[in-house]
């Protein structure tokens, strides 16, 4: 059982940044395949990005490709999702998750466990 708390939303102007954290719990965390979703209003939640247990391999979707860096710190159970260049677009819920398998994968159903989400909002 893996429990993760998200931190770090909150609202910033188009062309800021901003970092996410998700703290998880259990001595397990450095087994799973993290990933970031996201869930605008209206819209369906939908995959960010996402990083293999030893941090080696990492994988983004194409709309936040080159501008938001995902990263773990195995120590400290904890992944962190940087993002820079932040557009209105990226207004969302913003949910991390484990997956126990080793392959990254893009579809939320395949991912075990989820956080309860923090808000992003970027003005234009």
């Known amino acids: 059982q893996v429990q993760l708390v998200e931190s770090g939303g909150g609202l910033v102007q188009a062309g800021g940044s901003l970092r996410l954290s998700c703290a998880a719990s259990g001595r397990t965390f450095s087994s799973y395949t993290m990933g970031w979703f996201r869930q605008a209003p209206g819209k369906e939640r939908e995959f960010a990005a996402a990083i293999s247990w030893n941090g080696g391999s990492t994988y983004y979707a194409d709309p936040v490709k080159g501008r938001f860096t995902i990263s773990r710190d195995n120590a400290k159970s904890t992944v962190y999702l940087q993002m820079n260049s932040l557009k209105p677009e990226d207004t969302a819920v913003y949910y991390c998750?484990?997956?126990?398998?080793?392959?990254?994968?893009?579809?939320?159903?395949?991912?075990?466990?989820w956080g309860q989400g923090t808000q992003v909002t970027v003005s234009s």
């Open positions: 998750a484990a997956d126990r398998a080793v392959a990254i994968r893009t579809t939320s159903r395949s991912y075990d466990y």
